[in-house]
């Protein structure tokens, strides 16, 4: 199977109040978007990052955290175009493991999990930690056509709204899943929470 990966970083970082793709973090200080790419570049190895156009330095850190990288003025109107021009530029995968580059707290292991799903023949595969489920997600090629035409901010939440029958859980020991970083206070206040949670 060909299973790529999608790293949507098309964001604009508003609540955060500068790019947080170039904050460090974790234990190795590390940008944002270079944790976010290291774990999907080891699991899936084919990764693209879609990212707004002329973001040059988060570009050149993708690049050589081994990711492919889209420039699209897409990503401006919100996660779900970002995730349509991914798979529109990716349309001969047999599915996809999209994850946000604003969750770098996720495993390797985690994502190893989540393709082993797709390819065991999960049409939606997602981690869950503690009852809780969370990201990445993976998708199928059978659903190319939807996550094709998703628009807006709202991400592929309206497929899992709408097969529910299709997703398959993962069980995983990640609380990394659950954990985004929106403002410059989740980094210090979630650090001190194991499960990420608020």
Not at 110 to 134: D, K
Not at 139 to 159: I, N, T, Y
Request: with cysteine.
């Amino acid at each position: 199977m060909s299973i790529r990966g999608l790293l949507l970083c098309g964001g604009a970082s508003v609540r955060f109040g500068r790019n947080k793709l170039l904050e460090p973090v974790g234990a190795q200080s590390e940008p944002m978007a270079v944790a976010c790419a290291r774990p999907l570049v080891g699991a899936v190895q084919r990764v693209l990052a879609v990212t707004r156009t002329g973001e040059r330095e988060v570009r050149v850190l993708l690049e050589r955290a081994g990711c492919e990288v889209m420039e699209t003025d897409r990503s401006r109107d919100g996660l779900g175009a970002s995730l349509a021009a991914g798979i529109a530029a990716t349309a001969d995968a047999s599915g996809w493991i999209v994850t946000l580059a604003d969750m770098p707290f996720i495993r390797r292991e985690t994502v190893v999990a989540v393709r082993e799903a797709l390819e065991a023949g999960a049409v939606i595969a997602a981690p869950m930690y503690e009852g809780v489920r969370g990201h990445p997600v993976g998708f199928g090629a059978q659903l190319r056509d939807e996550l094709a035409a998703l628009a807006g901010d709202a991400g592929a939440r309206s497929l899992l709204e709408a097969h529910p029958q299709l997703l398959r859980f993962v069980p995983v020991e990640d609380p990394g899943i659950l954990r985004d970083i929106d403002r410059p206070e989740d980094l210090i206040a979630r650090s001190r929470d194991s499960r990420g949670r608020k």
